[in-house]
């Protein structure tokens, strides 16, 4: 007796089973890979984002820009300039919208574990309170260092201003530590009258 039915066996059936779930698990491990591949990749890009926005600012607010001359009474009493290797504090004319131009007093130091900037009307003679404005430029920051030099050829100091130096240093080196990652070194030449 011969049989013609036409049909799969049972082995066949096992056969091509596993050989579709092979394909599957090989397509969802794929899309999760990918899916990774690129929360990486956005993660790196607005930190790269975040980078090319703070150097840009603090470029164009210590260099393009020229520090204000500072009177007094009538009289120049020189450029306000001061910081530390954990903060500076500069007067330079910045266009905030909405705001009418001058001089604007900005300092630039980390609090807690963010960069702020703080920023004011000059009024260089006062401590800075909670009122003055902030902004937060960087999130997550573990380390914010900053050096000053006189010129291009001397050595890096910890500190510049008040008593420790005259005018405004020829360039500021900014180091930053952000979410485990060191920044390359900003190394700004300072605008000077």
Known sequence: MTSNSRGFTLVEVVVSIAILS?????TVTAMRTLALTQETLQRK??????????TRFLRG?????????????????GQYFIGDENE??????VPFPGASGGGWQLKLSKLDT????????????????????????VKDVEEFNVAFRANAYSEWLEAWGEGLSAGMPSHVKFQLKVAGRYWPELILEVGRL
């Not at 092979?22 to 090989?26: E, R």
């Not at 900037?117 to 009024?123: A, S």
């Open 61 to 77: 607010s210590l260099g393009s820009n020229q520090a204000i001359m500072k009177s007094r009474h009538g009289l120049p009493a």
């Open 114 to 137: 963010d960069l702020m900037l703080r920023y004011r009307k000059d009024k260089s003679n006062q401590h800075w309170t909670e009122e003055d404005a902030s902004y937060i430029l």
């Open 22 to 26: 092979m394909i599957v698990l090989a």
């Open 88 to 93: 500076v504090e500069w007067l330079a004319p």
């Open 45 to 54: 890009s607005d930190g790269t984002s975040s980078m090319v926005a703070v």
